[in-house]
């Protein structure tokens, strides 16, 4: 239907994530989750996309109810809410579907804030060393981070896909030498780990002009002095 048929059911969803209110959740389950979610959605549409009184009431309801005064701090309350619910679902409720475990992730990767302790909680819910407990799409959860620059939620990601080439190499493109480390020891095919401390020692010969580091880097890999005397200026 059009946004306007939606106004009502959209109303009546978001007054049950009023900070006043407690043990909401369980009454929002009732409606399958993208469901609920595209209702949230909507509701920013509805203000911006519709001019009548119906609509710039409902506007005047939110910015009272909520104490906002600009539309785009109530498009990122609600964008919390969906997150909130979404963890709701998938802690609480354990669902696995995977549309769901996409769709919170899509939300973690594209919110307005860059700090350390939103890259954490992304990296926290991508839970790359426990794969078989993941219910998102891998590739697609690759392409969101690539477009939000997510660096090391892309280097982690190509790792768990066993993509370790592209792991290293991005790693060390953007100087994280621990990450490329960790990553180049992943592999249980013995050349495939020479192959990527190579990579790795001949980045700190070529790039930082420190012999001495590549040569103790030999301590943690399965490489000899012989197998990169030929990188030596």
């Not at 109810?65 to 679902?89: E, G, M, P, T």
């Not at 290293?168 to 095919?189: C, F, G, H, T, W």
């Not at 013995?190 to 590549?214: F, G, P, S």
Request: glycine share 2%; proline share 3%.
């Amino acid at each position: 239907g059009s946004y306007i048929d939606k106004y009502d059911q959209a109303r009546q969803y978001l007054q049950w994530f009023a900070p006043k209110k407690s043990s909401i959740y369980p009454h929002a389950i009732i409606i399958t989750p993208v469901r609920f979610i595209e209702i949230l959605f909507t509701i920013p549409i509805v203000i911006e996309g519709v001019d009548d009184a119906k609509t710039k009431n409902f506007k005047s309801e939110i910015q009272f109810s909520f104490d906002r005064r600009k539309l785009s701090s109530c498009v990122i309350f609600i964008r919390n809410q969906v997150v909130r619910y979404l963890l709701y679902c998938v802690r609480t409720k354990n669902n696995k579907d995977p549309s769901i475990h996409n769709l919170l992730l899509s939300e973690y990767v594209s919110q307005e804030y860059d700090d350390e302790k939103a890259d954490k909680r992304l990296l926290k819910f991508l839970n790359i060393k426990n794969e078989e407990d993941n219910f998102y799409d891998s590739k697609y959860a690759l392409r969101l981070c690539k477009q939000h620059k997510k660096t090391t939620a892309c280097i982690q990601l190509y790792a768990s896909m066993g993509l370790y080439k592209d792991s290293v190499s991005l790693a060390l493109e953007n100087d994280e030498l621990e990450l490329a480390k960790e990553n180049a020891s992943l592999p249980y095919d013995k050349d495939l780990r020479k192959k990527l401390w190579l990579m790795i020692i001949v980045q700190v010969i070529d790039v930082e002009k420190n012999v001495k580091k590549a040569i103790r880097l030999l301590e943690d890999c399965d490489l000899k002095l012989e197998d990169i005397l030929p990188y030596f200026p």
